[in-house]
């Protein structure tokens, strides 16, 4: 199995920064795609931030220009930094990562994978 641990949530003010991490652990074979992904209270979840192995990212609009997002390969782990941070930025963000995994010992075989993480909420004050 592959488990993704998010943590740097948390309360802030208008115009503050976060930072958020996403640390996949596993049996993991290699990661595509790994994202962040956010929920208001009563809203559907939305993309915010993804990048891909190969360095490609998107944004969502509501996010160009203030968030950041890199991952550390090594790691496999991926960051997403937001600064001038809004009101409307509050909900439960959560990372989610795309690959394959070991599905046999020394890894002869492989198998997809898509996980979410648990999620980390983030709440801005006005």
């Known amino acids: 199995q592959v488990q993704l641990v998010e943590s740097g949530g948390g309360l802030v003010q208008a115009g503050g920064s976060l930072r958020l991490s996403c640390a996949a652990s596993?049996?993991?074979?290699?990661?595509?795609?790994m994202g962040w992904y956010r929920q208001a209270p009563g809203k559907q979840r939305e993309l915010v931030a993804d990048?891909?192995?190969?360095?490609?990212?998107n944004y969502a609009d509501s996010v160009k220009g203030r968030f950041s997002i890199s991952r550390d390969g090594a790691k496999n782990t991926v960051y997403l930094q937001m600064d001038s941070l809004k009101p409307e930025d509050t909900a439960v963000y959560y990372c989610?990562?795309?690959?394959?995994?070991?599905?046999?010992?020394?890894?002869?075989?492989?198998?997809?994978?898509?996980?979410w993480g648990q999620g980390t909420q983030v709440t801005v004050s006005s």
């Open positions: 989610k990562a795309k690959g394959t995994r070991c599905a046999s010992t020394w890894c002869s075989a492989t198998i997809p994978f898509d996980y």
């Open positions: 990048i891909t192995s190969g360095g490609h990212i």
């Open positions: 596993g049996r993991i074979f290699n990661i595509n795609d």
